[in-house]
């Protein structure tokens, strides 16, 4: 197994270029309103000058079903990542991927995290306790989710090794660990980023 890599909040195109040629998997790009927030029609430039087989994603919160398709087709993107519980709440299937956040429960109780993401109709989960603040949580309880899920919060070089040993997740996402300041990405800290998720693949999977 290959721990995926997901890194968001990417505002240039020369930052997505160069997470692309480490070898990361997926790229966000946050619409809600943050440091990190950018236009369809600067991430349209971006994904269009991207290599094929790269996921993109438009990170939504608050915008509704309807306004997140809109945002996604403008942009060119191939995921939403709802950083709600907008699809949950409207009662609706999404028709295009999508990536649902999860919040971690006050109990830390992974059976009520199971069981969320065993209702949900996303082709992917996201258990992210702070909604892009970049607070942690006990990464044990993400472990042996029904479907695939990436972990997030608080996540650095130094400690996603750690992170994957303790969750073994479908994925890793990270947008503040690996900056030099809001939007803008430090490549020496997405290598190292990497680097950490690739030694611990080889640890636990050989």
Request: aromatic share 6%; proline share 6%.
């Given at each position: ?112 995290l ?24 006990d ?15 608080g ?13 073994q ?38």
């Amino acid at each position: 197994m290959r721990t995926r890599i997901k890194i968001c909040g990417l505002t240039r195109q020369s930052d997505a270029h160069d997470a692309v040629a480490l070898g990361v998997d997926a790229l966000g790009f946050v619409f809600a309103e943050s440091p990190r927030q950018v236009s369809p029609t600067a991430v349209r430039r971006i994904v269009e000058s991207l290599p094929p087989f790269v996921t993109t994603v438009a990170v939504v919160r608050g915008i509704g079903t309807d306004r997140a398709l809109e945002l996604a087709k403008e942009s060119a993107v191939s995921m939403i990542q709802f950083h709600d519980e907008t699809p949950v709440e409207e009662g609706c299937a999404v028709p295009y991927p999508w990536i649902q956040r999860h919040a971690v429960p006050d109990s830390g109780d992974a059976e009520l995290l199971r069981a969320s993401i065993g209702r949900s109709r996303a082709r992917a989960h996201l258990i992210d306790p702070g909604a892009g603040d970049g607070v942690s949580f006990d990464w044990s309880i993400a472990r042996d989710m029904p479907s695939p899920t990436f972990i997030a919060g608080g996540l650095t070089p130094l400690n996603v090794g750690d992170a994957i040993r303790a969750a073994q997740p479908f994925g890793v996402d990270v947008s503040g660990g690996v900056e030099s300041s809001a939007g803008l990405k430090d490549l020496t800290k997405m290598s190292a980023f990497v680097d950490r998720v690739r030694r611990a693949d080889g640890e636990l999977y050989g």
